[in-house]
T-cell receptor, first 113, second 116 residues
Framework: DGGITQSPKYLFRKEGQNVTLSCEQN?????MYWYRQDPGQGLRLIYY???????QKGDIAEGYSVSREKKESFPLTVTSAQKNPTAFYLC????????????FGSGTRLTVV | AQSVTQLGSHVSVSEGALVLLRCNYS??????LFWYVQYPNQGLQLLLK??????LVKGINGFEAEFKKSETSFHLTKPSAHMSDAAEYFC??????????????FGTGTRLQVTL
């Protein structure tokens, strides 16, 4: 079955470390997105990518970086510059600009220890 | 620019009662509107969407929503709540990007509790 796979499901990071969250899709979708979810704040867009080797900053890109070397993969790196990285991170993809919405992965919960 | 307001961060209903989750939006272009459901520690699942055409939209699990342009609303309803409906619900409006991407702006969510 097609879908989006995020790994790991739980991730613990020490302060000052960079960590990379994986997102892989086999839906043949062009666009991919990273959202951060915090209690009571909904989902906020970190980065998005429309095509391989292209990506754009979202609303809260500071302290994060991404790459899009393959259509199927859109990893997110949470750098040490991100002051409050503890959150639930969701990856999504979409097949077209508006009509079909997103397909979401199951998320990665990152905790700073 | 787009924005979404969900009234009520927590809603509690009895099993079998009507579910009403409120969503109001702001959009500078004709909106595409979505409702998603999220169970604990999981991703979001699409319940239903409005793009064009019929303003009453039916989704999965017996949910429906009505697009009311004059009220800028897209409230989610279900005639009879079931225990399995307990989850968090997010309303979203689609913005416009160039190219293939489509930015969704989400509300802050409404947690639905269903009691016996």
């Amino acid at each position: 079955d097609g879908g989006i796979t995020q790994s790991p499901k739980y991730l613990f990071r020490k302060e000052g470390q960079n960590v990379t969250l994986s997102c892989e899709q086999n839906l043949n979708h062009d666009a991919m997105y990273w959202y951060r979810q915090d209690p009571g704040q909904g989902l906020r867009l970190i980065y998005y990518s429309q095509i391989v080797n292209d990506f754009q900053k979202g609303d809260i890109a500071e302290g994060y970086s991404v790459s899009r070397e393959k259509k199927e993969s859109f990893p997110l790196t949470v750098t040490s510059a991100q002051k409050n990285p503890t959150a639930f991170y969701l990856c999504a993809s979409s097949i077209d600009r508006q009509t079909r919405g997103y397909t979401f992965g199951s998320g990665t919960r990152l905790t700073v220890v | 620019a787009q924005s979404v307001t969900q009234l009520g961060s927590h809603v509690s209903v009895s099993e079998g009662a009507l579910v009403l989750l409120r969503c109001n939006y702001s959009s500078s272009v004709p909106p595409y509107l979505f409702w998603y459901v999220q169970y604990p520690n999981q991703g979001l699942q699409l319940l239903l969407k409005y793009t064009t055409g019929a303003t009453l939209v039916k989704g999965i699990n017996g949910f429906e929503a009505e697009f009311k342009k004059s009220e800028t609303s897209f409230h989610l309803t279900k005639p009879s709540a079931h225990m399995s409906d307990a989850a968090e619900y997010f309303c979203a409006v689609s913005g416009v990007f160039t190219g293939t991407a489509s930015k969704l702006t989400f509300g802050t969510g409404t947690r639905l509790q269903v009691t016996l």
